[in-house]
């Protein structure tokens, strides 16, 4: 039987991590040691890397030049089913097998799958009140710029150039959008393996990344640091002929283990759910 992991004011019976079967050993672990047991756990499951090395592949079909193959709109719909399966299916998927090893429960890959799968309507509700979020917070932030413009005509354009207008702009955009996704980066774990609706999820990851962000932060910048680590080198000026001839083999290459990294980083975040989930 999948485990479901939730909060204790969200079960009727005994929280306990004994009645849990959870051992002190995961509540205690730190963000660096749940990153060596995410590595550990790929061992015991080589599923995980199947499922991933199958997805890895298929983006880099889908980046080579096969336009004369597929027409542009479906190559489209390839690589959103990708990215979502990247972003939700695989990530549900190592969340329970995750879930599974933390509590005890031996978690076939039929099992799951048919978690993850059967929790993609909840998921999407998500993605819609974040998109809804998003946009109103966006709003909220630039309405000031807009009531200056209209009290002001022309002033703006004046005092300020253009590109700091385009920088002020990208922020009054970005910055409510970076904070959401901050706050809400738990939402595919308690999706999963807590079973939780899309407005319920929301609070949940609220709560761990308000409580718990240094752990999280620490997480974020390796992440980071990884991923700069990896795609800095394909993003060099060329130097010579047979730099420009490596290069588009290096971008494959940095891509892919960066989207492999990522599979370990949904590891990570899995675990750390667990262990806040249950404190």
């Known amino acids: ?25 995961t509540t205690n672990r730190s963000a660096l040691d749940a990153l060596v047991w995410s590595v550990r756990l790929f061992r015991s499951h080589p599923s995980i890397v199947v499922f991933a090395g199958v997805l890895i ?19 489209d719909v390839f690589e959103g089913l990708t990215a979502f399966a990247f972003v939700f299916l695989i990530r549900g998927y190592v969340g329970m097998i995750v879930a ?16 993850s799968i059967a929790r993609i309507p909840a998921f999407v509700g998500v993605l819609l009140l974040l998109v809804c979020s998003m946009l109103l917070l966006s709003s909220l932030f630039s309405l000031p710029l807009l009531v200056l413009v209209a009290v002001i005509p022309g002033a703006p354009v004046k005092m300020i150039s253009f590109p700091v207008a385009a920088v002020v702009g990208t922020i009054v955009f970005a910055v409510p959008v970076l904070f959401l996704v901050f706050k809400f980066w738990f939402v595919p774990e308690a999706c999963v393996i807590g079973q939780y609706g899309p407005i319920q999820s929301l609070r949940v990851s609220w709560r761990i990344t308000t409580n718990y962000r240094g752990k999280f932060v620490l997480i974020v910048v390796i992440t980071i640091g990884s991923a700069i680590s ?28 960066g989207e492999l990294l990522s599979v370990v980083w949904a590891s990570a975040y899995a675990h750390i759910y667990v262990q806040e989930i249950v404190s």
Do not use: F, H, W
Request: aromatic share 2%.
């Open 230 to 257: 990896l795609y800095l080198p394909t993003s060099l000026p060329e130097m010579g002929a047979s730099l420009a001839s490596l290069n588009p083999v290096l971008s494959m290459i940095s891509s892919s283990v």
């Open 100 to 115: 599974g090893e933390l509590t005890g429960d031996s978690i076939t890959i039929r099992e799951g799958l048919q978690r």
């Open 1 to 25: 039987m999948t485990p479901t992991i939730k909060a204790r004011e969200d079960i009727d019976k005994c929280g306990c991590l004994e009645c849990r079967n959870i051992e002190t050993t």
């Open 57 to 75: 592949l298929a983006n880099r079909l889908l980046e080579m030049d096969s336009i004369d193959v597929l027409p542009l709109p479906v190559l």
